[in-house]
């Protein structure tokens, strides 16, 4: 069975701070990893998707992650925190042929003036 | 290009009655899903259709859950009788296709306080 791990519910940056959130996988054969967004009483928004190509992954917004199967981590950057980047961030894993999503707890970032 | 609608938005209801939600998803999308997301935790699948067939069920709680696409295309989900516990926002994707490669495209969500 997958699963996905994501460490610390809510995270606090400043605006113009490194944003780092964090996500851990278990896959018993290679996996799909993604990360979502979702704003308040929205749905979710794919950031970025890693497919077993690159293992740097740059998705919209300036967020990116990297796929490290060493870690089993596909932990989620940003160079400079926006205060439109407070949201709750959702990583989920699948693997390749099936869409079915698993996806983690969520993480919200909270980004102060 | 009009993104996946639900309806209702919100919607109260006390326990043990019924209610049903609404999906209308991206047209030309093969795929639909429904999820259920509780607060404080990430949206867990509760049923699959590829076209008006049903790929994946397995964690849809049928005793009081059922959901339908008929023709393919809209879909309803229903929930009879209704427990505390279902207390969640419903979210409503759709895929252009089942491969994982295929983006999921999520509607906005139907909260639902079951009281």
């Known amino acids: 069975a997958q699963s996905v791990t994501q460490l610390g519910s809510h995270v606090s940056v400043s605006e113009g701070a490194l944003v780092l959130l964090r996500c851990n996988y278990s896959s018993s054969v290679p996996p799909y990893l993604f990360w979502y967004v979702q704003y308040p009483n929205q749905g979710l928004q794919l950031l970025l998707k890693?497919?077993?190509?690159?293992?740097l992954v740059k998705g919209i917004n300036g967020f990116e992650a990297e796929f490290k199967k060493s870690e089993t981590s596909f932990h989620l950057t940003k160079p400079s925190a926006h205060m439109s980047d407070a949201a709750e961030y959702f990583c989920a894993v699948t693997e390749e042929g099936y869409s079915t999503l698993t996806f983690g707890k969520g993480t919200m970032l909270l980004v102060s003036p | 290009e009009a993104g996946v609608a639900q309806s209702p938005r919100y919607k109260i209801i006390e326990k043990r009655q019924s209610v049903a939600f609404w999906c209308n998803p991206i047209?030309?999308?093969?795929?639909l899903y429904w999820y259920q997301q509780i607060l404080g935790q990430g949206p867990k699948l509760l049923i699959q259709f590829q076209n008006n067939g049903v790929v994946d069920d397995s964690q849809l709680p049928k005793d009081r859950f059922s959901a339908e696409r008929l023709k393919g295309v809209d879909s309803t989900l229903k929930i009879q009788p209704a427990k505390l516990e279902d207390s969640a926002v419903y979210l409503c994707a759709s895929s252009y296709g089942r491969a994982a490669l295929y983006e999921q495209f999520f509607g906005p969500g139907t909260r639902l306080t079951v009281l």
């Open positions: 890693y497919t077993s190509a690159a293992t």
């Open positions: 047209s030309g999308h093969a795929t």
